[in-house]
């Protein structure tokens, strides 16, 4: 509880108030959410207009806004078998997570490039833990690799400023990018050899989808620890390495780069007849969408 609680609390009124008057404009035949605050009012307001409501859960465990919103729905699609446990199980089915064709339609590599590409990105925002990781090494990975680096709006001058002062024979293999647009990151995945990450559920799905060897590095305070789940069904599937970000030093992530990349053959092999649970996944959804239109 803070001095913001209570204005925040005045707006849900407002968003309820919202929702309202688009869904009586727009006379939706079904409602599909997938959770955050703000889809919680529509949820709702669609339940009492008698709107068929169905959420998608794309983690492991589960969101806040989806718990409260399993009560009005009339179907909960999930990503993952384990999440059932949190919701109405009659009204559970368990698709998979939808995932962008531009990723699907990528076809596993056989044999990794040379010099490797590496992939870093820590989500749609970046991530400071990861950046500060990279830093140290980075002239070291790019004696090494090909480096294509999404590292956040916050960071992204400090690194241009790197980027700039780096050796013309080490620039050339660096990619340094403050944001990327989702529809362009099958361009990125299919370039890349190993992936260094966080654990969303979207970033997993796609490194299972894409077989890329990964290390992954779990935001700690994540809701009910859903990365580290997240991550521990890569590492189950067989394509990721997951390490603790307060025991992961830079020099141990240069260790474990190289190792990947020496053993790089080893890792895509284990996972090479695998299919991941995602495939497939937008097709179930968008069929349980027409059971409700």
Known sequence: FSIYTIPSLLKIPLGLAMA?????????KVILSFGGYAA???VFA?????IPVLIHEQTITFGRANKLSSIFASKIALARKESI??????KCVVTGNPIMTQITDLAAKKKMTFPPTILVTGGSRGSLTINNLIKPILPKLLGEFH???????????EFIEIENKLPEALKTKYEVHSQVDPTQMGKFFKDADIVIARAGANTVSEIMVTKIPSILIPIPWSFEDEQTKNAM????FGIAKVFEQEKITPERLFKEVLFMAKNWDYFTSRVRRKVSPDIGASGRLVNLIKEYI
């Open 233 to 236: 069904l890569a590492k189950e």
């Open 20 to 28: 309202f008057w688009h869904l009586v404009g727009l006379k939706p």
């Open 46 to 50: 669609g339940f009492l207009l008698r």
């Open 147 to 157: 480096v294509i680096h999404q590292v956040g709006p916050m960071d992204f001058k």
């Open 40 to 42: 919680f009012p529509v």
């Open 85 to 90: 446990k949190y919701f109405p199980e009659k």
